[in-house]
């Protein structure tokens, strides 16, 4: 079976530190650049799952350096090269502590809350009489905190925000206008895959007095897709939408009693569970790009990361 890379520990040229987030890990070089490897590793509620998946990493890392590539007429942005199928280097930036949600359908936490009777969101008035999975008018932005490693990320409204001082206003005002326009141009690219880019999250930092768009853009991890045929037909009968994320594998959690709370289990993640999960994210990958996905040699991914990362930092 393919192998998966679920853990590094590398020691870089210039290495300062490294930070082991829950599916990446990043490596500060100088205070100057990052290195940032998408391992294989899988999480859900919160919840690194015990099993990493073949390719995931790869898959996840190649969508984002194609839609950050794709994007740098609407803002800068931080990457500045691939060394390795796994990894993304680019410049070092200081985070906003808020990350932007880009919501062009009622769908996921804001259908729950809307169910329930809410009508405001992040400060945004949502429209009475809508229906689950209901596109809205304008796509709307919808706030969180960018909570530290282990809680949970807070809705937070823009009017908070500034109250907060947690981004200037007038930085702020440039999030919003970029955040929107990341996510039409996201929509437009995948409507030409046949599907809907129904919402997503983007995170900016800043450096030298400049913005720039930060991390994963547009990945099935970050971002929720639907398919365009069939989309009308199941809205109108009221049934859930094929969709394009990983939210097959919170099903299938779900389905086998895990959700991320005290005292639950994850279920065992047979071979065959990690290979099907394997290739579902082929399949995303796939529609996602409009490109077959070109396997990486597994052999020895350690070596190879590292071999290709020291010849970037050595080169570049």
């Not at 490596?27 to 998408?38: G, Q, R, S, T």
């Not at 969508?63 to 590539?69: Q, R």
């Not at 400049?210 to 547009?218: N, P, S, T």
């Amino acid at each position: 079976m393919d192998k998966a890379l679920v853990k590094t520990d590398f020691r870089f040229p210039g290495q300062k530190n490294v930070y082991h987030g829950k599916v990446r890990d990043v490596y500060n070089i100088n205070n100057e650049l990052l290195v940032m490897v998408a391992t294989d590793r899988i999480s859900a509620f919160d919840v690194v799952l015990p099993e990493g998946i073949p390719y995931k990493g790869q898959m996840l890392n190649q969508i984002a350096a194609k839609f950050l590539d794709a994007t740098t007429d609407i803002c800068p942005n931080w990457k500045l090269a691939s060394p390795d199928p796994m990894v993304t280097a680019g410049l070092q930036c200081t985070g906003y502590p808020v990350e932007m949600i880009v919501r062009g359908y009622l769908c996921g936490s804001a259908w729950r809350a809307y169910k329930n009777g809410v009508r405001e969101i992040c400060g945004v008035k949502i429209p009475g009489g809508m229906r689950e999975n209901q596109r809205f008018p304008e796509p709307i932005i919808t706030p969180t905190t960018k909570a530290e490693q282990g809680l949970h990320d807070e809705d937070i409204s823009r009017e908070d925000i500034l109250k907060q001082g947690l981004v200037s206003s007038a930085d702020y005002s440039l999030l919003e206008k970029y955040a929107l326009e990341l996510f039409r141009r996201g929509t437009e690219i995948a409507a030409g895959r046949g599907l809907i880019l129904v919402d997503t999250k983007y995170e900016f930092g800043h450096r030298d007095g400049k913005i720039y768009l930060i991390d994963e853009i547009h990945t099935p991890d970050s971002s929720r897709y639907f398919y365009t045929e069939g989309y009308e037909e199941r809205f109108e009968k009221g049934e859930p939408q094929k969709q394009l994320s990983k939210e097959f594998v919170r099903e299938w959690l779900m389905a086998n009693g895990f959700q991320g709370k005290e005292g639950q289990n994850v279920p065992e993640m047979t071979p065959a569970i990690v290979e099907s999960i394997s290739e579902r994210y082929i399949e995303l990958y796939e529609h996602i790009t409009g490109e077959t996905f070109m396997k990486g040699d597994t052999a020895d991914l350690l070596s190879r990361i590292e071999k290709n990362v020291n010849n970037y930092l050595k080169n570049k």
